[in-house]
Every structure is written in C-alpha cells, then in structure tokens.
C-alpha cells in the first residue's frame, strides 16, 4: 500500500479556507485517495475519496494532481469544530482494502 | 443516522486481567474492522471480518488477542492477560460490500491497564 506524507501541524483562521495537503508519490493505479478526520475522543468520521477526478461534497473539496502524485483537501469556510486530526489514505480497491493511518495533521482553526 | 455502537465507552483494569470489547456495526454491514489506537499515532488495523469470516489477522497479536464475529453481526474483541502496553483506544468500524465504500467509526474504547 503506498505511503503518504502529510504535515503534522496547521493553522487556519474562522472563516477562511482550509487547504491540506497531502503527498503519496507512490501511489499505484488501482488506488484511491480517501480523507478522515478524527476530532478530539472520537472516532474518525470519514469526508471525501476519489481517484483521479476532483471531488466535491458537502463537507469539502478534493483536488487530486493529474499524475495522482498528490492531492489537497479544502475545507472553503473552516469554523472552530473543524479543529480535528485530517488523514490522508491511499487504499486499494481489490484484496482486503485495508487503510493504512499516518500520524495525519492536525488542524487548529483559530478565532 | 445509523451508527456503530461500541461497549464499553471506557474500560480500567489491572494487568493480567481479562477485558472485552462489543461492537454492533450498522445494520446491512458484511465487513467489520477492529483497530487500536495508541495515543498521538493513528489506528492500526487488528483484525478484519467478512461476515463471520476473518479476511485480515495479520497485526492482531494472537497470543493475547482474539476477535469473533459468530454470526456474522456483532463482534467481540477479547485480551487475557492484559499488559500495561495494551493501553490504547480500541475503534470498531464497518463498511459496506463495495470495494470503494467508506469506513465508519464507532466511538472507540479506551482502554487503560494499571
């Protein structure tokens, strides 16, 4: 399964847009780029996956780079309960489909 | 809106001990995933079900750890002995039969060994 690279921390203020990125060079074929959030004592709720097309829905945006090498979660109006540790994953769509979590990052929107 | 339900929320018990874990997934759900996570990392996948059937064991520790899922339904996560190292939170979750359908989580518990 191929491995992502994300930054441990950001910061964004209320309001504005939320862009985290996220990098998975290895990335193969038959993978699909998934985003979970985990707030504080939860467990993760998922936001959004694809595979080589932009996403949209009605928690977040998906951009994913034409050679799949990398991809952006946008959150467009980030409020103080998006603060929250976002995963990125890479997952195949055949065997046992299992996630493999990063440390993700951990996202503190400010007031 | 559907859930995962988990038992207990929270779990306190002294080493050597026996603990265990329910997990009721959404009702419809053929897969069912048991992960631990440990404080300030992200879940690890134990054990995955097919319905009754285990598909992934690979990182379930099988001396200490066992899953079942009798029926296919509900599942049970056991550690006997539990050891200090064991502390961690303990997530269920489910999916659906489609190979791109989405995880979802239970509440977890948390498990702490004195």
């Known amino acids: 399964d191929a491995k992502t690279t994300q930054p441990p921390s950001m910061d964004c203020a209320e309001g504005r847009a939320a862009n985290l990125p996220c990098n998975h060079s290895t990335i193969s074929g038959n993978e699909y780029v998934y985003w979970y959030r985990q707030i504080h004592s939860q467990g993760p709720q998922y936001i959004i996956h694809g595979l080589k097309n932009n996403e949209t829905n009605e928690m977040a945006s998906l951009i994913i780079t034409e050679d799949r090498k990398s991809s952006t979660l946008i959150l467009p109006h980030a409020t103080l309960r998006d603060t929250a540790v976002y995963y990125c994953?890479?997952?195949?769509?055949?065997?046992?489909?299992?996630?493999?979590f990063g440390t993700g990052t951990r996202l503190k929107v400010l007031a | 809106e559907a859930e995962v339900a988990q038992s207990p929320r929270y779990k306190i018990t002294e080493k050597s001990q026996a603990v265990a874990f329910w997990c009721d997934p959404i009702?419809?759900?053929?897969?069912l995933y048991w992960y631990r996570q440990i404080l300030g990392q992200g879940p690890e996948l134990l054990v995955q079900f097919q319905d009754e059937s285990v598909v992934d064991d690979s990182q379930l520790p099988k001396d200490r750890f066992s899953a079942e899922r009798l029926k296919g339904v509900d599942s049970t996560l056991k550690i006997q002995p539990a050891e200090l190292g064991d502390s961690a939170m303990y997530l269920c979750?489910?999916?659906?039969?489609?190979?791109?359908?989405?995880?979802?989580f239970g509440p977890g518990t948390r498990l702490t060994v004195l």
């Open positions: 009702s419809g759900h053929a897969t």
């Open positions: 994953i890479v997952r195949r769509t055949s065997g046992t489909y299992k996630y493999i």
């Open positions: 979750a489910s999916s659906g039969d489609r190979q791109y359908n989405e995880q979802f």
